[in-house]
């Protein structure tokens, strides 16, 4: 069993930047693939990008090229998802989710073994 817990959401400005954070629980951590999704008002959860067991990362989402970046620390069983230059449009609860298989095109959120609680991220004009 992996827990997963997510912090860092809160309330900025557009072209802020925020970090979110998951922390894992269990010693297995670093067996897992480990992935950030969103789900804005009224949409679907997508996919926003990937980090492999060792370091290697998916291509995020177009919206978020260049502006968001996935990475871990193993030791601290913690994955990150650095957001810069924040739109309005990034405003959505941000999910923690691990896979014990390397997808490395599009994740599905079917595919994923376990799930953070999410958490909010807003960003204002």
């Known amino acids: 069993q992996v827990q997963l817990v997510e912090s860092g959401g809160g309330l900025v400005q557009a072209g802020g930047s925020l970090r979110l954070s998951c922390a894992a629980s269990?010693?297995?951590?670093?067996?897992?693939?480990m992935g950030w999704f969103r789900q804005a008002p009224g949409k679907e959860r997508e996919f926003v990008v990937g980090?492999?067991?060792?370091?290697?990362?998916?291509e995020p989402v177009d919206s978020v090229k260049g502006r968001f970046t996935i990475s871990r620390d193993n030791a601290k069983n913690t994955v990150y998802l650095q957001m810069d230059s924040l739109k309005r449009e990034d405003t959505a609860v941000y999910y923690c989710?691990?896979?014990?298989?390397?997808?490395?095109?599009?994740?599905?959120?079917?595919?994923?073994?376990?799930w953070g609680k999410g958490t909010l991220v807003t960003v204002s004009s």
């Open positions: 269990g010693r297995t951590f670093s067996r897992y693939n």
């Open positions: 989710a691990a896979s014990s298989i390397w997808y490395s095109s599009t994740w599905r959120d079917y595919d994923m073994d376990y």
């Open positions: 980090v492999g067991e060792t370091g290697g990362r998916t």
